[in-house]
């Protein structure tokens, strides 16, 4: 089992930007991947980027590319999300996943992103 806990959600003004964290605990030795998603009220969860295990690669959506940034901190166990020049649109809730090598994947409670002047 993995447990995942994310912070770092709030309320900004467009053009802010914010920094989200998400702690990973339990048996994590065999990640493949790490992410964030994010699911707005009314529409399906999406992808906002990956990183792999040795951060090496990552993969951003077209909507955030540019202005979101993921990285990793193995050591403390830590995926983040760096969030620059943010929108209206990118309001929603964001959700931190672990995938492991064996197809398992986990995901933490999510934490609330408000872009609203």
């Known amino acids: 089992q993995v447990q995942l806990v994310e912070s770092g959600g709030g309320l900004v003004q467009p053009g802010g930007s914010l920094r989200l964290s998400c702690v990973a605990s339990?048996?994590?030795?065999?990640?493949?991947?790490m992410g964030w998603y994010r699911q707005a009220p009314g529409k399906q969860r999406e992808l906002v980027a990956t990183?792999?295990?040795?951060?090496?690669?990552?993969n951003y959506s077209d909507s955030v590319k540019g202005r979101f940034t993921i990285s990793r901190d193995n050591a403390k166990k830590t995926v983040y999300l760096q969030m620059n020049s943010l929108k209206p649109e990118d309001t929603a809730v964001y959700y931190c996943?672990?995938?492991?090598?064996?197809?398992?994947?986990?995901w933490g409670q999510g934490t609330q992103v408000t872009v609203s002047s």
């Open positions: 996943k672990y995938q492991n090598i064996y197809g398992n994947e986990y």
């Open positions: 339990g048996n994590i030795l065999y990640n493949l991947y």
């Open positions: 990183i792999g295990s040795t951060s090496t690669i990552t």
